[in-house]
């Protein structure tokens, strides 16, 4: 059939509109390349980043002018070299665009801002408890519009938002098992965060994220075989097998802190009995310090025992460390209970490293010692002889670093 000159323009334009966008698809997925590699290693050279993303010389170097031209990299300075010029160095604009991340626990909640360098430009904890009702939602959407409106002001551009949650947290649909009311029907509080502030958002369970946190920037950096404790409100445990953070067939892998050590023991907020979280989180600890004060427990925060609702969890580490034998038979209570509950998860997964986080790391050795001890009298010896347990160096800050770091692998992964 023979067509006419204008229909053969029109196909050999739509043919070169489609070639064109192969070629953009192309070069966004590449320019994406170069930012995840930059901010993973910080920083790199025109050569370094050809070798590491497989791209020659000239087409790399075209699409760091762009870069830099659209604002996202910047020259940092120069690499040593023995001959010939000086390569330049090129890493992340820390002025260019920044996240929110929302920390959210059943004590508080801690929104933070930071830049593509991982650096927290604004970081304010509101008393704003996780609540499974969703009154919670709207109040947190009032705090997030007071915190974009000041950030917006001062001229820094919001791109994302990403959310540290406890609870099963299904990864492929967002979808919060454990809080059902923050969801929406069929749609998820990561899609109702996204909907009400028209950008992208990544829910993520807070142990992972705490776990993405310390093996991306913190104790588990460039290990294989890592457990992350998150000794916080709840229990929770971050598991990290063969340099991957493992999620499991729904993303619910590493509930520690319910399974069961105490038939007899009190109920738990997930409705079943004796879960480690009811002998081992900072919930627990502040109830067995006032529970003991209440039935004349000789302690320094005895002081308190007419308004125990006063006491808080910095308190009590504070009159151990100073050494209140009450506050430290607690702790090391806690640590021996949590030390058998991780002796299995050691047997299951053999790990190089344990990373204690959360807000009972403050306590520092206080905790790390029983659970040394536990360890030693319920593994294998074998088990134990390239393990080690150390308290996190970012502490609360590798939920955050976590959510941030997976905001930024979620943008910009190319597979």
């Avoid at 409106?149 to 967002?174: F, Y």
């Avoid at 709840?234 to 493992?246: A, P, Q, S, T």
């Avoid at 009450?326 to 050691?346: M, R």
């Avoid at 790390?368 to 134990?384: G, Q, R, W």
Wanted: aromatic fraction near 6%.
């Amino acid at each position: 059939m023979l067509i006419t000159k204008n229909e053969a323009i029109a196909e050999m334009e739509v043919e070169a509109n489609s070639r064109e966008s192969v070629v953009d698809i192309k070069k966004n997925k590449q320019k994406k390349g170069i930012l995840y590699d930059l901010y993973f290693n910080n920083k790199n050279t025109i050569a370094e980043l050809s070798n590491s993303l497989h791209i020659s010389i000239p087409s790399i170097t075209a699409l760091v002018d762009e870069l830099v031209e659209e604002k996202w990299i910047s020259e940092t300075g120069f690499a040593i070299s023995k001959q010939g010029r000086r390569p330049a160095i090129y890493g992340i604009n820390p002025d260019k665009n920044f996240i929110l991340t929302l920390d959210i626990n059943t004590h508080d909640t801690r929104i933070a801002v930071l830049n593509l360098k991982n650096e927290i430009a604004f970081s304010q904890v509101f008393d704003l408890q996780l609540k499974n009702n969703p009154s919670f939602l709207q109040t947190l959407f009032q705090l997030v519009d007071n915190v974009l409106e000041q950030k917006i002001a001062k001229g820094r551009e919001v791109i994302a938002l990403g959310v540290s949650i406890p609870g099963l947290v299904n990864k492929k649909t967002g979808i919060n098992y454990t809080y059902k009311s923050l969801n929406s029907e069929n749609t998820s509080l990561g899609k109702l965060i996204e909907n009400h502030f028209n950008l992208p958002t990544f829910v993520i369970n807070d142990s992972k994220a705490t776990a993405f946190g310390e093996y991306h920037f913190g104790l588990a950096k460039g290990k294989s075989h890592v457990l992350s404790v998150n000794v916080d409100w709840g229990i929770g445990l971050g598991i990290v097998l063969n340099g991957e953070i493992f999620d499991g067939a729904s993303g619910f892998a590493g509930e520690l802190g319910h399974i069961q050590v105490n038939p007899d023991g009190v109920l738990c907020s997930c409705g079943k009995v004796g879960c480690l979280d009811t002998i081992t989180s900072a919930s627990s600890l502040l109830k067995s310090i006032k529970e003991g004060l209440r039935n004349g427990q000789v302690s320094k925060l005895g002081e308190y025992k007419d308004s125990l609702e006063n006491i808080n969890l910095e308190m009590v580490i504070d009159a151990a460390q100073q050494g209140d034998g009450f506050a430290i038979d607690i702790i090391h209570n806690i640590g021996l209970e949590l030390g058998k509950g991780l002796s299995i998860a050691v047997h299951l997964f053999n790990p190089q490293i344990i990373i204690i986080d959360g807000v009972l790391s403050k306590a520092q050795k206080l905790i790390v010692n029983p659970i040394e001890h536990a360890i030693n009298k319920y593994c294998l010896t074998d088990f134990k002889e390239d393990l080690s347990i150390e308290i996190s160096q970012l502490s609360e800050d590798a939920k955050i670093f976590g959510v941030h770091a997976y905001v930024v692998e979620s943008l910009l992964k190319t597979a």
